[in-house]
């Protein structure tokens, strides 16, 4: 077995060119491949560390974007935030404004005109009863949700040099 180079990744397996083909080696040194690249060790040979991708503005886009569609909690519950969702979210509460200028009252859960009350659907699928006002609010918060997101993304890409961990819960609203 010709071993040419071998780099842990970042879950802890190896990435290593064994006869000219490139393979993923559990570090586990029941596998023969495992075993090979240990004696390849034993021969004066280095498995590389784990190098983690240099943070990048992309990089960091790609984080906010992920948090900003991961959902909010909104009244003790958490709603979707998917594209689809916030223009939903948008729509129904532009609506809901509407309803509010033309003289929609508190506790009105028929002010969208429809036979049912207005109702929301929230991750866990149970429906949440909105009047106009409720409505209103909540596409406020969905607003303040992107918006935070959009801002904490500006403030980590201001620093110098970028954090390792973009991911790390510390830097996000």
């Known amino acids: 077995m010709e071993i040419t180079e071998a780099n842990f990744t ?24 495992r075993a090979a690249l240990a004696a390849w060790e034993a021969a004066g040979n280095t498995i590389a560390p784990y190098e983690a991708p240099a943070t990048t503005a992309a990089s960091v886009d790609a984080e906010r974007d992920r948090r900003i569609d991961g959902g909010f909690t909104f009244d003790g519950a958490l709603y979707q935030t998917r594209p689809e969702d916030r223009e939903n979210m948008a729509g129904a509460a532009t609506s809901a404004l509407a309803a509010i200028v033309s003289g929609a009252q508190a506790g009105d859960l028929y002010w969208h005109g429809g036979a049912e009350p207005f109702a929301w659907i929230a991750e866990d699928n149970s429906l949440t009863e909105m009047d106009a ?21 500006r403030a980590i890409k201001d620093l110098d040099p970028l954090p390792a961990d973009i991911t790390d819960d510390a830097l996000w609203p």
């Open 133 to 153: 006002q409720t409505m209103l609010a909540f596409g406020q918060a969905a607003m303040a949700h992107k918006q935070a997101h959009i801002f904490a993304a």
């Open 10 to 33: 970042s879950v802890g397996t190896i990435l290593a060119v064994v006869d000219g083909e490139e393979l993923n080696i559990p570090d586990d040194m029941e596998n023969r491949h």
